[in-house]
């Protein structure tokens, strides 16, 4: 039952046999946690986005296609939720940017660790887009062609978007380290 | 320098890859921005998420099961009656003659009837409906738990009983959708100051994040000034989470308004 592929078990579920949901779950929920995590810096949220993204995923099981792979399909529900999330606090701030420790004079003394803490300040002070496209690409491991489709982009603008936020990244970053 | 990174991320086509090596060879300016994008690539590998609580696990089964219950069709005496009647096609016919008849003598019947009868009828018919409400509710399993909350809402005057019932199950019931859908339902009867005033007073029992938050949500579709008092209170609890804090500050504001 676990060789079969994410579309075929989606389209079990589709065709009523639910518990097959509770694979998919297993299979996907920590990268999806991680992805919901980076974008909002908030545990607790992130993991009830991640029920939710699933109960959306029951919930719109006859929107599920087939023809593309169910991994885009799963990132696009989560922008969805994700959006849920940010308009229900109309008062949301960067993320990571309130996480504690997060002061230049609290940085860990250890080159690498400082490197390390320096980097994930430089990232969260992206805008939100900048930051997804990076999120999406390094932590998710997506390629651009799935990144293309969650988007709703061409490849090329992919492309583009990702050299972009890497210039200001680096930017951020350097200022940082000044 | 725009290939750098789709080089390193291994999303050139064959031949642009070729061609970006031979410049790599030949280009040491390329080479150390390449070098340099290539470690701080690297570098955002060390930046960790925490690990995921396990229990969404069991929390997702849980849901997928009392989802998959109330989701599922009920196969009962009709439906076992409609397959043995479905290998029997060449009685359909005079199967619907006779409902016809049938049909034409009850509303000639009914017609006829008093109708304070009928009236009586659906007050029986609410009664019972109210009493299985308040077995069911007791009930051990959340489905059938879910399924008696629902109940109420067919229900054209429910009584004080149900409502007491309701208020009991929005304060105690262990499980979260359970309580969701209590508290739906008891905001569809939100025209009843009794169901108001427990509503209310249900504010500062909510220890779930999700309840609290779907709490200052009714009370603020309902417009209801008597709750930023426990909604005040509720801010001051220690363990509150601060994504509902935000919501709770934002919602007692709008109420004030």
């Not at chain 1, 992805?35 to 993991?47: G, K, V």
């Not at chain 2, 009656?81 to 003598?105: D, H």
């Amino acid at each position: 039952m676990n060789s079969l592929t994410d579309n075929a078990l989606m389209l079990k579920v589709k065709a009523g046999d639910l518990d097959r949901m509770g694979l998919l779950f297993e299979r996907h929920y920590k990268p999806l946690f991680g992805f919901l995590y980076r974008m909002t810096a908030d545990r607790e949220s992130s993991e009830d986005m991640v029920q939710n993204v699933f109960l959306r995923m029951l919930k719109y099981r006859h929107t599920f296609k087939g023809n593309g792979e169910f991994r885009t399909w799963m990132y696009h529900l989560a922008r969805n939720v994700l959006n849920d999330h940010h308009k229900g606090n109309k008062r949301h701030a960067a993320p990571l940017a309130q996480e504690p420790g997060d002061v230049a004079d609290e940085a860990p003394e250890n080159t690498m660790e400082e490197q390390v803490h320096l980097l994930n300040r430089a990232l969260n002070k992206l805008s939100d887009e900048n930051r997804e496209i990076l999120v999406l690409s390094r932590y998710q491991e997506l390629a651009y062609r799935e990144i293309a489709q969650i988007l709703d982009i061409s490849e090329a603008n992919v492309r583009v978007r990702i050299h972009r936020a890497m210039v200001q990244l680096k930017s951020a970053y350097l200022k940082l380290a000044d | 320098m725009e290939k750098i990174i789709d080089y390193i991320n291994g999303e050139l086509p064959e031949h642009e890859k070729r061609a970006f090596e031979e410049r790599l060879a030949l280009d040491p300016e390329l080479r150390a921005a390449c070098e340099e994008e290539k470690a701080l690539w690297n570098l955002m590998a060390e930046i960790k998420a925490p690990a995921v609580n396990e229990h969404i696990k069991s929390r997702f089964l849980d849901t997928l099961q009392v989802y998959k219950e109330a989701a599922a069709p009920r196969p009962g005496f009709l439906s076992r009656l409609k397959e043995i009647w479905n290998f029997q096609p060449q009685l359909k016919l005079s199967y619907a003659l006779v409902l016809l008849c049938v049909g034409l003598g009850t509303g000639l019947y009914l017609n006829r009837k008093n109708h304070g009868e009928i009236a009586r009828m659906s007050a029986e018919v609410s009664e019972m409906k109210q009493m299985m409400v308040l077995s069911l509710i007791e009930n051990p399993s959340a489905t059938e738990r879910i399924r008696a909350v629902s109940m109420t809402q067919e229900i054209r005057n429910v009584d004080d009983t149900v409502i007491e019932a309701l208020l009991s199950t929005l304060n105690r019931d262990p499980n979260d959708n359970v309580r969701l859908m209590t508290l739906e339902a008891l905001t569809e009867l939100a025209d009843n100051p009794k169901v108001r005033e427990g509503l209310v007073q249900s504010i500062v029992l909510q220890t779930s994040p999700i309840m609290q938050s779907a709490m200052a949500d009714v009370m603020l579709k309902l417009q209801e000034k008597r709750s930023v008092k426990p909604l005040q209170k509720m801010l001051n609890r220690d363990d509150l989470n601060s994504t509902v804090k935000d919501k709770v500050e934002q919602t007692i504001q709008e109420i004030l308004i």
